[in-house]
């Protein structure tokens, strides 16, 4: 069964500091993969998508993600944190089936603390 | 283009009463979503609909919940009778083929149970 793990629960980086959170994914197929933000009381916002081609992706807000097929991985990454980006990040892999769009599976989410 | 809409943003009532969450997708979109986010969890998908169909509604406790998607457009998701365990933010997205099956979520309906 398709299932996403992010082992970071709670995450605090300093202002400026690099930002790694990680992702991995269980899935048969060739995955499409997803980042999303969410802000308080907001839903959620796509960050960047991996469906096929380049392994690394980028996407909005300075945010980009390396998809890694031998580790099942697909992880975030920003060369320099905002306090902006203090937000919960949710990775996900979307299961898609006779070429419709089909459901995403989300992992638990990582909260991303900013300290200044 | 507009986003998703739903309403209410908020909704606070006791077990055993039903209530209802409505969602506009975007225009256009022909495939539309319900999702469960509780507390500490990422969003757990309830039903889609593509068109006024229903595609996927296996993890929908269909004893207490039931949703529909008139005219293939607005939805409406309703809880009846709710439970403790229901509280939760519930998430209406919305996607379309021709934007690579990306899923644009709502702002959200945040229910809780006493």
């Known amino acids: 069964a398709q299932s996403v793990t992010q082992p970071d629960i709670h995450i605090t980086v300093s202002e400026g500091a690099s930002l790694e959170l990680r992702c991995n994914y269980s899935?048969?197929?060739?995955?499409?993969l997803f980042w999303y933000v969410q802000s308080p009381g907001q839903g959620l916002q796509l960050l960047l998508k991996y469906f096929s081609g380049d392994t690394l992706v980028q996407g909005i807000k300075g945010f980009e993600a390396e998809f890694k097929r031998s580790q099942s991985s697909f992880n975030l990454r920003k060369p320099s944190v905002h306090w902006s980006d203090a937000a919960e990040y949710f990775c996900?892999?979307?299961?898609?089936?006779?070429?419709?769009?089909?459901?995403?599976?989300f992992g638990t989410g990582t909260l991303l603390a900013v300290q200044p | 283009e507009a986003g998703v809409a739903q309403s209410p943003r908020y909704k606070i009532i006791e077990k055993r009463q039903s209530v209802a969450f409505w969602c506009n997708p975007i225009?256009?979109?022909?495939?539309l979503y319900w999702y469960q986010q509780i507390l500490g969890q990422g969003p757990k998908l309830l039903i889609q609909f593509q068109n006024n169909g229903v595609v996927d509604d296996s993890q929908l406790p269909k004893d207490r919940f039931s949703a529909e998607r008139l005219k293939g457009v607005d939805s409406t998701l309703k809880i009846q009778p709710a439970k403790l365990e229901d509280s939760a933010v519930y998430l209406c997205?919305?996607?379309?083929?021709?934007?690579?099956?990306?899923?644009?979520f709502g702002p959200g309906t945040r229910l809780t149970v006493l």
């Open positions: 996900a892999v979307g299961a898609y089936y006779g070429g419709a769009t089909n459901k995403l599976i």
């Open positions: 997205a919305s996607s379309s083929a021709r934007r690579g099956r990306e899923q644009f």
């Open positions: 225009s256009g979109h022909a495939t």
């Open positions: 899935y048969g197929a060739t995955p499409y």
